[in-house]
């Protein structure tokens, strides 16, 4: 078993590091302070075709694989966290969810903008009084003759605002409102497809996160992906990859900690001795570097079992539960090695530890990843 990166995939790494250090790098505060989406960036980043990363050539894709997609965004989110989660949602939920379960002809119309980042995509499925509970979905989208007449609204919705298209859930049929969800596919610009209330954010601040409201929207038939009731499988497999961007995300911003952890150490110097030299910090360093590379593993595991289309339910919520929770402990460190100066935001870990929190409540929250992995134990002895 090799451990090693391919040639290729150092030529990823190298690519997506070189870019997140200069072209990110002197805007993440910027961005983080006006709360403004960082559009020359993204654009960029579409060039790059990192907007398209997971998906064929004749879709407009790149055709990376799942680890080399691992790899982007944890380098991206080294970073800025707040771009690493524009770039995982963009390309793991609304693509991903319509190249995987759409037919061919909503993909040849929808992907190529896509994954070119002409246009960037949202993904609907959380109401105010529906997280984790899907069961509990409110908006209803009734069948009429030849479209769908959608009502309701999602919450916390990234590419909210600055999306231009949207896959979004609703509850047809009232009498298994869990069994009974579709997926649709929306277009800005539809009539009674409004944008509501942009959040304001602990962290992830330079990612768009807003309110979506559908007011009698006339959703054509053809927008429906798979068919009819199938969106509650369809969210479920959508998420299991998604985790593995997410867990790549927390493993990103747990390396950027790590990573000013020893740059501050070599240079602060308390009672005569620079902190690396005490032995309390050494000890947090190898911590924290041990727990970086077991997250690691559990992330390129999940995504060489993903490449070879294998099950995996229980290792990407494994990946992520264990990496988010690495992060937080790794940006709680770095915080407290830097003291003082780790709670002003003149230096990158006040705002790691802002943004962290994130990654254990998005995409599934910890304790949900927990219920997932004793489900498939328990139901496996």
């Known amino acids: 078993m090799d451990f090693t990166l391919s040639e290729r995939e150092s030529e990823v790494k190298k690519l997506a590091r070189d870019f997140a250090e200069k072209e990110i790098a002197p805007f993440v505060m910027k961005f983080d302070e006006s709360k403004e989406f960082p559009f020359d960036i993204v654009n960029k980043l579409g060039e790059l075709g990192f907007l398209g990363i997971i998906f064929p050539e004749e879709y407009g894709g790149s055709e ?23 770039v995982a949602s963009h390309n793991g939920l609304c693509t991903n969810h319509i190249y995987t379960f759409g037919n061919e002809e909503q993909k040849k119309k929808y992907l190529p903008d896509l994954t070119s980042g002409k246009k960037l995509g949202a993904w609907g499925l959380t109401e105010n009084i529906s997280g984790s509970d899907a069961s509990s979905m409110q908006s209803f989208a009734e069948k009429k003759d030849g ?4 009502n309701g609204s999602k919450v916390f919705i990234t590419q909210g605002s600055v999306g231009q298209i949207a896959v979004v859930t609703a509850v047809t049929d009232k009498s298994n409102p869990k069994k009974g969800i579709s997926a649709f596919i929306l277009e800005k610009g539809m009539e009674g497809f409004l944008v509501g209330k942009k959040e304001n954010k602990l962290g992830m601040r330079a990612s768009d996160t807003t309110e979506l409201i559908f007011e009698n929207v006339k959703v054509p038939a053809e927008n429906l992906i798979g068919k009819e009731n199938e969106g509650f499988r369809q969210v479920l497999q959508i998420l299991d990859g998604g985790r593995i961007a997410i867990g790549a995300l927390a493993l990103g911003i747990a390396q950027g900690a790590l990573d000013a952890i020893i740059k501050y150490s070599k240079q602060r110097k308390q009672f005569g001795k620079y902190l690396s030299e005490f032995q309390a910090t050494q000890f947090k360093i190898s911590e924290i570097s041990t727990e970086i590379e077991a997250a690691r593993l559990l992330i390129f595991k999940a995504a060489y079992m993903k490449e070879q289309k294998q099950d995996i339910n229980m290792q990407s919520s494994m990946a992520k539960l264990f990496a988010s929770e690495v992060a937080t402990r790794a940006t709680n460190e770095a915080v407290q090695i830097y003291g003082g100066y780790g709670f002003i935001k003149d230096f990158p870990v006040e705002k790691l530890y802002r943004d962290v929190k994130l990654t254990t409540i998005g995409e599934g929250t910890s304790e949900v990843q927990r219920m997932i992995i004793a489900k498939n134990i328990l139901n496996y002895f």
Do not use: K, N, Q, W
């Open 64 to 86: 990376f694989t799942v680890t080399e997609y691992a790899i982007i965004i944890e380098e991206i989110s080294r970073i800025d966290p707040s771009i690493g989660l524009t």
């Open 147 to 150: 479209y769908y007449l959608l």
